[in-house]
């Protein structure tokens, strides 16, 4: 959001140049998109009015326009599949029927491997709030989204329980995700039922971790056994833990956090192989009620290459997630709204749409504020999301 006091970069560069050739078509480059097609052998076999390729792009422009049906999202994309037929009159549009076939025969399984192709973290070793102690900020959250009350929906993904038994309006499907603190680009998720967990799915995402990260996530995540696997990828960890965790103190810092021991039994915790962490204990004091403690332990003993202030200032940028989940659930999709897809297959296809989608607009967002010679921060997500919608259907960029 703009802030008073500050002033527009001069540049000769504009934020609609860097998507005049259209924007999905830059991120996700037809050779990938074609690629990713055979691997999973949705290639056709006969020519169809809409090809695989057509309806991978389009799955995510039904993302970016989430309020067009189906038949006003093929015609915002009509234009590139005509010049790629070399059709100078035009073509007749398919009708909802058929477009709904062509999302069935592509399925899935592309987009999803199509994001994982595609999607990593953006930051440059000059990006601001992205790095603490030569490590790149990386957060891991969840969230749910809202899906059409189907029988096939309601058995594919369940829904929550509200008062007096009943259950409600909607089933939902559940989102775990990686992000860079820094960019909101979030470069790694999985999808699930709402009936499994976070902590369920998030045992998979968190052995995607990398050495050279510092990954953050609040205190719901924290257990003995997903601290060991996401510490054995090589990422550094700063978690946030209940207060209830037994801590064996070892010895304190000189910066006020201490080393202590965790074990994964607390009624056995001599035959146990304890974990060693360093624990940072601190309060906010800004007006609210309580204001901590606030506990985290990392796995980054040495206080010297991370001051426990540094790592305590460097937790409050796990936010940064939760804003790029509001992101893609108020502005992208639309506030309350709920996704289109009946069936689970085609769900879990317009959510990798979705997410697609998010990160090509965030992708367009740091290439402007790099220019500029920004934080990728000051940019509007709003704004950025506008010019995409209008940029979608340039010509050629649907080609198949």
């Given at each position: ?10 540049s000769d560069r504009r934020l ?159 989102v775990v995700a990686l992000a ?151 502005h992208q999709r639309g506030p ?65």
């Amino acid at each position: 959001m703009p802030r008073s006091g500050w002033r527009k970069a001069e540049s000769d560069r504009r934020l609609p140049d860097l998507v005049s050739v259209g924007l999905l078509m830059r991120v996700f480059p037809a050779e990938v998109v074609d690629s990713v097609i055979a691997e999973c052998g949705r290639t056709e076999q006969r020519r169809r009015s809409l090809p695989a390729r057509s309806m991978a792009y389009f799955a995510m422009g039904m993302a970016l326009h989430s309020e067009g049906s189906y038949e006003d999202v093929l015609a915002l994309i009509s234009d590139g599949i005509a010049w790629a037929r070399r059709d100078p009159d035009g073509h007749r549009l398919a009708n909802k029927a058929a477009i709904s076939h062509a999302r069935d025969r592509l399925g899935a399984e592309p987009l999803a491997k199509l994001f994982d192709r595609v999607a990593q973290p953006l930051a440059g070793p000059d990006t601001p709030w992205c790095w603490l102690a030569g490590r790149r900020l990386v957060a891991i959250d969840g969230t749910c989204l809202d899906l059409p009350d189907t029988p096939a929906n309601d058995a594919g993904f369940g829904r929550p329980g509200v008062m007096k038994g009943e259950r409600s309006a909607f089933p939902q499907a559940r989102v775990v995700a990686l992000a860079e603190c820094g960019t909101h680009a979030m470069f790694d998720a999985v999808l699930g039922p709402y009936t499994t967990s976070e902590n369920a799915l998030s045992v998979g995402l968190l052995a995607r971790l990398a050495p050279g990260m510092l990954c953050l996530a609040n205190r719901g995540f924290y257990s003995f056994t997903t601290w060991v696997k996401a510490a054995a990828t090589g990422a550094d960890l700063l978690w946030r833990v209940k207060d209830n965790l037994r801590l064996e103190p070892v010895s304190d810092l000189p910066d006020g956090s201490w080393l202590a021991d965790v074990f994964d039994s607390s009624t056995d915790r001599r035959r146990q192989h304890p974990r060693r962490v360093r624990v940072i204990e601190y309060t906010i004091d800004d007006g609210r009620d309580p204001a901590g403690p606030y506990r985290l332990v990392t796995t980054i003993l040495d206080h010297q290459q991370a001051p426990a202030a540094d790592l305590a200032g460097a937790y409050a940028q796990r936010w940064e997630i939760e804003t790029a989940f509001d992101e893609l659930k108020t502005h992208q999709r639309g506030p309350w709204a709920v996704l289109r897809s009946k069936s689970p297959e085609l769900v879990t296809q317009e959510i990798w749409g979705h997410l697609c989608c998010h990160y090509a607009i965030r992708w367009l967002m740091f290439e402007a504020a790099e220019h500029a010679g920004h934080d990728p921060d000051r940019l509007s997500f709003v704004a950025a999301l506008r010019i995409s919608r209008r940029s979608i259907a340039q010509q050629g960029a649907f080609s198949p």
